[in-house]
């Protein structure tokens, strides 16, 4: 079993619609969750931090249930330039290590 | 402007010769690594280092080399490349570790073709 999961995808949304991606992780002992985003071709930069109590920023929530050991992250109003493949990442506790999920694709359409 | 540099970008080698892969990085950041992306399989780690002189082995060390004989330089080795290594190759770096904060910087990446 991967230590961390994600549909694939591509996920085709118009502009405006909102869309949710899951992703779960297999160690109960990991520690810190991130969202990544990738752009074609292009280096992954950190999207946000997932907090166990939830966190937004502008358009983007993350989420984070460690009982059920998923991460969701939830992107309102989408807009073209959202399209991407989004990463989800997750680090154990004392591990200098960051483990990345293999990434949900995103197009967004006019 | 705050960056992380990789050379070559693009390159197509045949199996044995020797090839580095350089990495610098301009914000003094002590964490240094270098993971590989592969379809369908991610982003994995092939080793990464916490301090000049200390480097440690990731989930995919098998067949290549580092060093960090410098804060701001790290580069990966292929001593014998295959073809299996054909991959594309990430440097990142990140202020002190990675388990607070997961904040790494990438650099653009290196895609690397074993013939």
């Known amino acids: 079993r991967k230590e961390v999961e994600q549909d694939p995808g591509p996920f085709n949304v118009p502009e405006g619609a909102t869309v949710a991606f899951n992703c779960t992780y297999s160690?109960?002992?990991?520690?810190?969750f991130f969202w990544y985003r990738q752009d074609c071709r292009k280096e992954p930069k950190l999207l946000m931090s997932?907090?166990?109590s939830g966190n937004e920023d502008g358009r983007f929530t993350a989420q984070l249930n460690r009982a059920s050991q998923y991460i969701s992250l939830l992107i309102r109003d989408s807009k073209l330039s959202d399209s991407a493949t989004y990463l989800c990442?997750?680090?154990?506790?004392?591990?200098?290590?960051?483990?990345f999920g293999t990434g949900t694709r995103l197009l967004v359409s006019p | 402007e705050a960056q992380v540099t990789q050379n070559p970008r693009y390159l197509i080698t045949v199996t044995g010769k020797k090839l580095t892969v350089t990495c610098s990085q301009n914000?003094?950041?002590?964490?240094m690594s270098w993971y590989r992306q592969d379809p369908g399989l991610g982003l994995r780690q092939i080793y990464y280092?916490?301090?000049?002189?200390?480097?440690d082995k990731g989930d995919v060390p098998e067949g290549y080399k580092v060093s960090r004989k410098e804060k701001r330089n790290f580069p990966l080795i292929l001593e014998s490349p295959s073809p299996n290594q054909t991959s594309l190759y990430f440097c990142?770096?990140?202020?002190?570790?990675?388990?607070?904060?997961?904040?790494?910087?990438f650099g653009e990446g290196s895609r690397l073709t074993v013939l």
């Open positions: 990442v997750v680090n154990m506790a004392g591990f200098q290590k960051l483990v």
């Open positions: 914000m003094n950041h002590e964490y």
């Open positions: 280092s916490m301090n000049v002189e200390v480097t």
């Open positions: 990142a770096s990140s202020l002190g570790g990675v388990s607070n904060t997961g904040e790494l910087f």
């Open positions: 997932v907090y166990s």
């Open positions: 160690n109960s002992a990991s520690q810190s």
